[in-house]
């Protein structure tokens, strides 16, 4: 009994050794491996990071870290075979690390980067690579965020339907999925960098994390919106009315009872302004009459306004915003709401409702920018004094300027409009000729209701 507890004890702290000795050993390969990487020495850090993945492939997140970048350099220095070879590696590479670091991997991000790399270096065919990017949209699309991945997901089904494997109605689908993802993204962007904007306008000092915020979101705001623009290019003609018309009238008597069917020809057909053809007349009160939506009510309003009934055409608008629930399209809702009610003068209502649609859809710049051109409109209105008058247009200024900023396709413009508005503000020789200072608060009466601060000149 004796010698059993002894060989029992014996076995126990040589197992124990053999383990510390394993757990040192993969401390010293990670170790030398990792330096190397640090020093982006990936050349001298290829072999024992994939010697550490191997042998320690629990040992730490850092291996598969240092380890892509090794493999992206060995990729981007490769030809043939040996450039094949790696490409391989580092998908293997992605597909371990989500299987030993589940918590600490994004599914999405490894799924969108393994389908980018296959179509960087055209692995598969066309089929294949849009299956490739359709599972990081379906399986984890909250992470599927790249706008390069995006865009090469909605590319790769044009080109299925050139090729006549898919139909018209699958590029819409596809279309309205990746845009639907785009403006999402956009709206997180704009909604983080509103506080921060803010915050800059106000004179406050912004952290170095919040300056790093700020960069980041305006970036991701530009390369969504190249990434928009590079979408309707390439639906193209696909979308006009002469080929839209003709798909939903064909199917019409089949479908009219078909809500799905009914809803998505509505909606393109609105999209597109293909709203003079009965058909849409006929789709509409179709949709609406069998469920009453958000996007039925819409189209009537768009039908009652081309009518010149502006009355019954703000009713079905109202009723459309207050029927959706996707917030990209209730933001579309709000603005031709706040528009009509522009267009007729009603400055304060229509700001009420241009601001809905910011709240809606924090990156809609336009709504900025209208709600300041109507600012500038009213400045003769405005203000007590002559000097009063023209500081409206440094609150004119300051929408303008921010409507740059959460909206890239419109940043040009809007920067025009600001430093427009800005020269016709008082000047640096105004504001001291009135004894006035910068940072003072200066009250704007009537509907704009607004304080703003001579700004530092």
Known sequence: MKARFIALFTGAVLGSSVLSAQSNDCATMAALAYDDAKAKNYDAAYEPLMKVREECPKYSLATFQYGERALNYKIENAEGAEKEQYIKELIGLWEERLELFPSKTSKGKIYADIAQLKFDHKIGNTEELYNAFDKAYTEDRDNFTSPKGLYAYFQLMVDMQDAGE????????NYDKVMAKIEEEENKAAKNLAPLIEKQDAGDELTSKEKKQIKYAEINLKNYNMVKGALNAKLGARADCDNLIPLYKKDFEEKKSDVDWLQNANARLSAKDCTEDPLF???????????????????????????GDRAKALEYYNEAAELEEDPSDQARIYYRIASNYKERGS?????NFFRKAISAKPSLGRAYLQIAN???????????????????????????ARAARVDPSIASNANQTATA????????????QQGRSAGEAIKIGCWIGETVRIPQM
């Open 347 to 351: 400055f304060s209502q229509a700001r």
């Open 374 to 400: 109507m600012i500038a409109q009213s400045a003769n209105n405005c203000g007590e004094t002559a000097f009063d008058k023209r500081a409206v247009y440094w609150l004119a200024a300051d929408y303008a």
């Open 281 to 307: 007349f006929q789709v509409s009160e179709a949709l609406h009459q069998l469920k009453p939506s958000a996007n039925s009510a819409y189209s009537l309003g768009q039908l009652a306004e081309a009518d």
């Open 166 to 173: 898919r139909e018209l109605q699958d590029v819409f689908d």
């Open 421 to 432: 508005y800005r020269g016709r503000a008082p000047q640096k020789a105004d504001v001291f």
